[in-house]
């Protein structure tokens, strides 16, 4: 038996997009259930490579079959999709969710820095779009396609924030490797805070504002004395 074909029922029959993770999982507990078949206990040990290579075989095969359904991997979870010129009659059949309002331009902004740079603070995406950002990053964080990701080395620890994988199922998107190319925002430059300076082992950091003055150059003693400024005293009647 082969596995492509056994990966074939699981994802047909499955109520929910399965993860190739989930998938291994469940040739485990097919091959330790007991009175277990033969075919099963064959796949017990199965590499997560070798389902991924025979998924793939699988989706180009239905690709190239040219039928109304295709196997298709969002957000790393593979799962049977019908094709979109089908839309009208499955429209009939099950009825249109609602879904959320479509995201505004600059909420689309924002996101493909958060994407092509995450981590990333909001003061660095604003750095890039050059405008304040609170508001759309309320928004998109509610939507969930944005999270806190962890805090950033630098004076202050501000937040970072990275996509997550309901952005990729959002957008269609296998991984963020299938992020279409942008070098472009890539090379745009951020000025990145200082990192804070710890003043000695077990201390706390040195304040930014003694910073600034340790790191200000020590006066040129064979400079010559800077030019004093005219008296603005009124001369006497």
């Known amino acids: 038996m082969e596995l492509k074909y056994i990966l074939e029922s699981l994802l047909f029959s499955a109520q929910k997009p399965m993860s190739v993770k989930e998938l291994r999982d469940v040739f485990a507990n097919a091959a330790s259930e007991e009175n277990a078949a033969d075919e099963a206990k064959a796949f017990k040990k199965v590499k997560e490579d070798d389902l991924v290579a ?33 839309s009208p009659w499955l429209r009939a059949l099950v009825g249109v969710k609602n879904r959320p309002s479509r995201l505004s331009q600059a909420a689309l902004e924002t996101l493909a820095i958060i994407a092509y740079r995450q981590p990333v603070t909001r003061a660095e995406v604003e750095q890039v779009r050059g405008v304040n950002v609170d508001g759309t990053m309320q928004t998109i964080l ?6 806190q990701s ?39 430059p951020i000025e990145k805070p200082v990192a804070p300076v710890t003043a000695d082992a077990g201390l706390a950091t040195v304040p930014p504002e003694q910073l600034r003055l340790d790191e200000a150059p020590q006066a040129n003693e064979a400079e010559p004395p800077a030019a004093t400024a005219p008296s603005e005293t009124p001369a006497a009647n």
């Open 54 to 86: 025979a998924l793939e075989q699988l989706a180009a095969e239905h690709e190239t079959a040219a039928r109304s359904y295709r196997l298709a991997c969002v957000a790393g979870a593979w799962q049977f999709v019908t094709q979109p010129e089908f």
């Open 142 to 147: 509610e939507r969930g396609l944005v999270e």
């Open 150 to 188: 962890g805090r950033a080395e630098v004076v202050g620890r501000p937040a970072l924030y990275s996509t997550t994988p309901l952005f990729l199922e959002y957008f269609g998107l296998r991984g963020l490797e299938d992020l279409p190319a942008a070098d472009e925002l890539r090379r745009i």
